[in-house]
């Protein structure tokens, strides 16, 4: 009898979504998956459900860190160890003790570009040499990881996406009542096309570029702008949404709040000026959205087809973006046709589908094992 192909996963930080995929990996594989993550605050404060502690938070000392994960290795002895990127220092010692350890390692990135030259370049394609298998989030990550000298067979495309399961549901049961309430209150019809911002208010999202093409878009006169988040931008927008009674600021929003928003408005924006991926998008289109957004969002390749689901402009180009919600603010009818399109377009982009991928990958990267073991 062989033995067991245990798992064990070293993620970042435990994102809603992440912690769905991490769910759907312990239902979908037949042996046990071990969960870590590095921080449990890295980039917000998120909360552990008590109820249900499907994984562990790594020690904050690094030393301590290393000595757990290395301890657990030890204990548990995975065929397969599963990590975010390749870049966290952490990250790059667990590909080390995983490879000690007998283990195949297999990744997981939305990275699809990279500023890194020189003796830092060599160092991160001698990471990448370490790890069996890739999970890129899509296609611009692929390409981005056979431009690393990844040999193709080494790379699966998993589909990255959000839990799209809740979503689904309240849309098809609340939505459109809290879409009648929301526009209600904020003075539109249905032919007023409502615009979407979600993210962290930081100048990386660009929200001092979707500000200013509202601001002065003269075929936007009826349209709204709704911005949910925070960050050190707060007052920024709250002195923008003072100025400009189109723009309302409803602050940081999660579940069934987020979703209601979703449901009021009719195309996301995200224009940012940088974004590896960008899963609001995921959410949005799954809502029935159309998206504009810029071209460094590492999505776009898999979702966003220009002049179907969405429009895409140029990274920083404040006319660019103020041309595309002029179109849209102008024909609402081309918003609705683009929205039924986005949601069939994401329709497949599931986390049990998103899972499977990964899956699939570690079964791959284990035939050697399980052909030596039967052996």
Known sequence: MSAPHTAMAVLIEPAPYIVRLLEELQAQWTEPVQGWFISASFTQDWRQDGDKPIYGILP???????RK???????????VVFVSGWSHPLIIATIVMARLSGAK?????????????????MFKRLVLRLIHAFTPGGARQARYLRTQCVPPGQIFPACMTSDMRAIHAFMATEGPDRRAVLRTEMGVTD??????????LEPVKGLDLLIEAIGTESGAEMARLVIVGDG???????????????LIYRGRLEGEALWAEFAAADVLVVPSRSEPWGLVVNEAMSAGLAVVLNDCCGCID?????????????????VALRGALDTLARDPLRVVEMRRAAETRIQGWTTEAWAANIVAAWLEVLKGVRQQREG
């Open 60 to 66: 904050r000392s690094k030393g301590r860190a290393l």
């Open 69 to 79: 994960l290395w301890l657990e290795m030890r204990l548990t002895r995975p065929s």
């Open 105 to 121: 390692v297999v990744s997981m990135s939305d990275t699809w570009t990279s500023t890194s030259r020189g003796m830092r370049a």
């Open 191 to 200: 032919d007023t096309v409502v615009f979407l911002f979600v993210g962290r």
């Open 232 to 246: 050190t931008e707060r007052n920024m927008v709250v002195a923008a949404a003072g100025r400009d009674p189109r």
């Open 302 to 318: 898999d979702l966003v087809v220009q002049g179907e689901t969405g429009l895409v402009v140029p990274t920083g180009d404040a």
